[in-house]
């Protein structure tokens, strides 16, 4: 029997590469990106999949051409109009995380209305990481924690690993199981970092425009086949 991955988080990669061998422009990899997304949270709202988490746009990529982060906003903010009401249709929860402020303010009351309207659904949850850096979300839960403790709310020790994970971004979400990326990069590019202390790793060489149900059951099957030991062993 397989087992599913309550928690799937996924580095979309290799969109500009997939665009740049077919002559195209850049944004146009992007938007055949999005048809990924849309397989990929159909096939996980289907097999039961919990949390379902996609990095769309890190801390970093702002530092791209201003022609690039202006395409993306406004990708972003047409695909979340578009798909509300068939994320809704399928029970689908949203959360956004990630520094928004970034984002032109269209983008973000878009992002917060979406959330809204969705938000007591119980089927998948998908999260969307925009403009968002594990790195930052250490440091924006520390900061967090000082404040409570400025506060007399908590003492220093009170801060256990348990109770600051909870000023994380992805607080009250099951642990990430299976982390993949794709376009064969072999590198994490300040995604979640706290969160994936003991994920199952997967990597592909497919671009992700190319990334479809196929691939995911690939993952999976891989997923299926890891020994999790957590560090602990059994007594033999
Ligand atoms: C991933 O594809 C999407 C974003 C980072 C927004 P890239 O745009 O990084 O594609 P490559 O890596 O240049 O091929
Ligand atoms: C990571 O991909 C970010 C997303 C997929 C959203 P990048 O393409 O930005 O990462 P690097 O630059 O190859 O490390
Ligand atoms: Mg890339």
């Not at 029997?1 to 992007?30: C, E, F, Q, Y």
């Amino acid at each position: 029997m397989t087992n599913i991955p309550r928690h799937i988080a996924i580095i979309m990669d290799g969109n500009g590469r997939w665009a740049s061998k077919r002559s195209l422009p850049r944004i146009v990899g992007h938007q055949q990106g999005v048809k990924a997304v849309r397989t990929v949270v159909k096939a996980c709202g289907a097999m039961g999949v919990k949390t379902l988490t996609l990095f769309a746009f890190s801390s970093e990529n702002k530092n791209r051409s201003t022609e690039e982060v202006t395409l993306l906003f406004k990708l972003f903010l047409t695909v979340l109009k578009q798909e509300v009401k068939k994320l809704d249709k399928h029970n689908v929860r949203l959360k956004i995380i990630g520094d928004m402020t970034l984002f032109p303010k269209d983008v973000q009351h878009m992002a917060a209305e979406a959330q809204a309207k969705l938000t007591d659904n119980d089927g998948l949850t998908l999260v969307i990481a925009a403009n968002y850096g594990g790195q930052w979300d250490i440091a924006q839960a520390a900061k967090q924690a000082a404040q409570a403790a400025i506060k007399g709310e908590i003492t220093p020790d009170d801060i256990t690993i348990d109770s600051f994970a909870n000023y994380l971004s992805l607080a009250n979400e099951p642990a990430v199981d299976l982390l993949i990326r794709s376009s064969g990069e072999l590198r994490i590019s300040n995604f979640l970092l706290w969160d994936v202390a003991y994920s199952e790793f997967y990597f592909t060489d497919t671009l992700w425009p190319d990334f479809d149900e196929a691939e995911l059951n690939k993952a999976i099957e891989s997923f299926n086949h890891r020994d999790r030991r957590f560090g602990a062993r059994k007594e033999t």
